[in-house]
């Protein structure tokens, strides 16, 4: 079940809403809990079995921490087999196959016979989860939060569903406190409602038309692409990518307010960065961070030897590409960006491009993401390579049987403008003008003024909310398009 599904909209939704508000206020962690696991049975329903198996074991290792706590040399081994264990979970689930189709190929060049085993499916959501856990059991080890002695409460962190298949990345600390004291009211359901209208009208209005025309072009023959049909596919592709991913966020975060919840934001408008440095403070921000705080910090960061520190760097965007996916074009790609965020911390590079206009910088780091989100769509590194040549003229189409105006149309056309515009602050800007606006006119002594003007703004904000609502269900309805992008994840 996804979010922009209408059996979730519809049906799963509204349900819970209806029955969290009307229960008793000690049983709504129950309903949590229970709606969350239906909501991962869904699709799959043996996967959920795996999910309890992780929230008790991690319960167990946290009552163990607890513990020993006083005895250093046990707590450190009961963290240790507590994050290996998650991570083994990840790897045989996530990387079995990738790692025995390379391990077959290299006993293929020995003559030596293959290890064949059914394919592993991959539960939809495990790096999340996975995550979660890990961070929980190193907080609770580090004292920054106390243990979770309630294993419902533990599931229901593990398992909320606005959360659990495609992030953020909520730390335990963050919502500890909220999992039994948090408050609900008609201002929080009201922003998470126009947080959650948003966030579908992007995923779907703008994402899913972007999405069709990016899988058309990647589904190509790279010998049958044009130097501006491979852009296209691409500049689709990175809008696709940023509107998927930043409007499940505020699903996410939308979702959360409407039960009391408050979650982190995740995406900071990442393609007006001047530097990948700073897209990646913008980009997937829990992530990010997670890592930092895990990986990089534990590894010494960039308090040691500058050579080490580079090599901290390279572990950490290893790791980053590695997290994404079971596939050489993830881990090139996680490379890749590790290299330009080495790259711009050479003083002599650093200032040249401090030095650069401002425009020069937006290109610059608009162009590595762009050439790097080829590794991250394409179906394999020849297909990359190939595409990558395409797209900077390297190599003359054998046969030009496609144009770029095959794929236009005026939805592609409205979601390519709305996107561009999208991923700018221009919209954020208008809305706190709205805020200030607000502001003012409650400040003004002119009571029927401002109540006029207050409710005429309120009324334009909430017909265009709705017609926002309206659009999206009927392209869900008229269109069966309506992708997945996480499952790799």
Known sequence: MVFSSPIFIFLFLPVVILVYYFINVQFRNLLLLIASLFFYAWGEPKVVFLMIFSILLNYSFGILIEHYNKRLKISRIIVAIAIISNLSFLIYYKYINFILDNFNNLLIGFEAQPIVIDKVSLPIGISFFTFHVISYIIDAYKGKTPIQKNPLLLGLYVSFFPQLVAGPIVRYHDIAEQLTKRTVDLNGIAYGTQRFVLGLGKKVLISNPLAQVADQIFSSNTNELTSPIAWLGIICYTLQLYFDFSGYSDMAIGLGRIF???????????????????FWRRWHISLSTWFRDYLYIPLGGNRVKKSRFYFNLLIVWLATGIWHGASWNFIIWGLFHGLFIIIERVPAIKKVLGALWSPFQHIYALLIVIIGWVFFRAEDLNYAIEYLRSMFMLQ???????????????????ALLFGIVGSTPIIKSYSKLYDLTILKLNSNNNKTFKYTLGYLMHAVKLIGLVLIFIFTIASLASNTYNPFIYFRF
């Open 260 to 278: 009391g919840f408050k979650f982190l934001e995740n995406f900071n408008y990442p393609y007006i960065s001047k530097s990948i440095q700073e």
């Open 396 to 414: 003359t189409p054998e046969v030009v049987s496609q144009y770029a105006s095959m794929y236009l149309n005026n939805e592609v056309y409205l």
